[in-house]
């Protein structure tokens, strides 16, 4: 799957979701690192919606122990239900997951190389610096910062708009209460890739709206 427009993608710990998700979302996120036995929920999935897979460790947010965590998502990339993989900056710079990207390629399936900042917003040539290094290394950049105020929800969405300018792939989302509504505003600065959750009360990461009303937001602005 492409990145070149807009996608709504509906994350979950659980693939039975899906039906739930198919009237507003491109794509579902299989959070592996929070679901049971996630390469047999893969095996047995036979949803409509592609899917993206996800692997997080617990210094990027996630659950996933370090130990066997590439190789399932190495595992999960041949399923033809995939289009997309999550893995982590870090991870390809260090070149570890470099199996998992050059499997994903060998299927088709687009990389997202993903960053998250938890505790703040850095400054601006730092946002710019980190967007242009995890789309060297994917088919699309993802960071993910946390706003403290609606100047660093700014200055994010100015690094998007400057990074898609560049002819950069990027997803951009500031978390936390004071950066939601980048949520809904930064596709119209560049970003690709929104996230939100099918159920509010299985958010996977502070400030998600749900994907009903992510949606709606969306489509007014789109329509503004």
Excluded: C
Excluded at 198 to 210: C, L
Aim: proline residues 5%.
């Amino acid at each position: 799957m492409d990145f070149e427009s807009f996608r709504l993608v509906a994350a979950t710990a659980d693939l039975d979701d899906e039906p739930a998700a198919r009237e507003h979302a491109d794509l579902v996120e299989l959070r592996m690192d929070m679901a049971e036995e996630p390469l047999s929920q893969l095996s047995a999935y036979d949803g409509e919606l592609p899917l993206l897979v996800t692997n997080r460790p617990s210094w990027e947010g996630g659950e996933a122990d370090d130990d066997g965590r590439l190789a399932a998502l190495e595992a999960a990339v041949t399923d033809d239900a995939v289009a997309a993989v999550d893995v982590e900056l870090p991870s390809a710079r260090d070149g570890d997951a470099d199996g998992v990207i050059e499997t994903a390629h060998d299927h088709d399936a687009s990389v997202i190389v993903s960053t998250h900042d938890f505790e703040a917003t850095p400054p601006m040539g730092e946002l710019q610096e980190t967007l242009r290094s995890a789309a060297q290394y994917g088919d699309v950049g993802k960071l993910a910062v946390t706003a403290e105020t609606p100047d660093d929800v700014l200055d994010l969405l100015v690094a998007t708009r400057a990074a898609t300018v560049e002819g950069e792939t990027v997803a951009t989302m500031a978390m936390g209460e004071a950066g939601r509504h980048s949520r809904a505003v930064a596709p119209l600065y560049g970003s690709r890739i929104g996230y939100a959750p099918v159920d509010p009360a299985e958010a996977t990461a502070p400030g998600q709206y749900d994907l009903a009303t992510l949606a709606e937001l969306l489509t007014q602005l789109d329509g503004a």
